[in-house]
């Protein structure tokens, strides 16, 4: 399946569409610009939506729309997505709600649809309409490949205002366009930790967040079945302190078992992995050396973690600081609580991890899959950097 690029308003076509309205001075009538692209095949699709508050600060809110075809949502993330005939409405979730003026959430769903499957046209922000409705002009056939019969104008990336759009000072970064082969070389190479098995590692030139190549990784279940891309070129050069951002994009939610998606050898650990994947469907780092956790794995400290979108893009950005053993951790652009380690303990987050002193020295990146049990999954990775200060999405 292939990722449609995000087309252009002046474009005008289904897959993307972009509708504003004009700001007023009540929050329960803030107006919203909302940008939406799908991902559509035969029978399917995914869709992303951002939602930008042009009315004054919020500290919950909705999107409503009514769908003019037969589509049908399935599940959603990041947003409760309810649908009762073709009228549908997204809720925020508990760490989206508060939205400044100027400032979006994002949120996706997979949907099924038979025949066209064309964009709304007409949003409501907390029950307000929000201007100047879009009407295509025409709604390009996707094929199942995700290749549209229009010429899209693709827009860039969209990087969080509160961080830069480019990778900093002594950054190194790779968007896995160098790559003249099937599988991963050069600076990457392809390793299975424990034993080879069924997990593979390639190039995919099919899909792609920038660009026109990423790491696509099938990662079956199974202990034997490791599979990684390392590379050690991206972290030379910096000694105390990493901020490692990479997008990605899987295929099936994160399961209960325990899997790891990134891995990073600890020099100051005898060698043992810090580990960043998922554990009872949320995100968590997992240190190898004493199987501790963070979040801890009690519901609370789960529920201050998130799940990994499916189906679209998604901006991964973690600072490791080996000088005092903290962690922080971004999504999209937000730091997810759960995933914050302070140096100060914080019941149901990170007392586990501070049982004992911790300062690692990262000396490679991994990227991949491994499952302690269940869980498959086929995933991307693009556009990866690592520096000394943070890099942004």
Not at 105 to 121: K, V
Request: proline fraction near 5%; aromatic fraction near 8%.
């Amino acid at each position: 399946m292939k990722l449609v690029p995000v087309i252009s308003v002046a474009a005008v076509a289904a897959a993307a569409v972009s509708v504003a309205g004009l700001g007023t001075a009540d929050a329960a009538a803030a107006t919203c610009d909302v940008t939406w692209t799908a991902n559509s095949w035969s029978s399917g699709f995914t869709a992303d939506v951002k939602v930008t508050n042009l009315g004054t600060a919020v500290t919950s809110w909705t999107l409503a729309w009514n769908f003019s075809g037969n589509q049908q949502v399935t599940s959603a993330w990041s947003a409760t997505v309810t649908q009762t005939g073709t009228a549908v409405t997204a809720s925020n979730a508990g760490w989206n709600g508060a939205l400044a003026t100027g400032a979006s959430a994002s949120f996706g769903f997979q949907g099924t649809y038979s025949g066209t499957n064309p964009a709304p046209t007409a949003f409501r922000f907390n029950g307000v309409a929000c201007g100047g409705d879009v009407t295509p002009s025409q709604s390009p056939s996707v094929s199942p490949s995700g290749s549209a019969s229009a010429s899209p104008s693709v827009s860039p990336s969209t990087s969080p205002s509160t961080s830069p759009s480019t990778p900093s000072t002594g950054a190194g970064t790779d968007g896995f366009e160098s790559q003249t082969g099937a599988v991963p070389t050069g600076s990457w190479a392809v390793t299975s930790p424990d034993c080879s098995g069924a997990g593979t590692a390639a190039i995919d030139r099919m899909v792609a967040h920038s660009g026109t190549t990423s790491l696509r990784i099938n990662g079956a279940a199974g202990y034997c079945n490791h599979v990684f891309a390392r590379n050690t070129t991206l972290l030379s050069g910096l000694s105390s302190t990493w901020y490692v951002r990479y997008w990605v994009r899987h295929t099936t939610a994160l399961p209960a078992a325990h899997v790891t998606a990134v891995a990073m050898a600890d020099a100051k650990d005898g060698g043992k992995d810090l580990r960043f994947g998922g554990q009872n469907g949320a995100l968590q780092f997992n240190r190898a050396s004493d199987d501790a956790t963070l979040p801890e794995q009690s519901p609370a400290g789960v529920a201050l973690s998130r799940p990994l979108p499916v189906g679209t893009w998604t901006c991964v950005e973690f600072k490791v600081d080996g000088s005092n053993g903290t962690i922080e951790t971004w999504l999209d652009g937000t730091s997810v609580p759960g995933l914050l380690e302070d140096g100060t303990p914080t019941h149901d987050i990170d007392s586990q991890w501070l049982n004992r002193t911790w300062r690692p020295a990262l000396t490679d990146l991994r990227l991949g899959w491994e499952s302690y049990g269940d869980g498959a999954d086929t995933l991307w990775y693009d556009d990866v950097a690592v520096s000394a200060t943070r890099n942004g999405c």
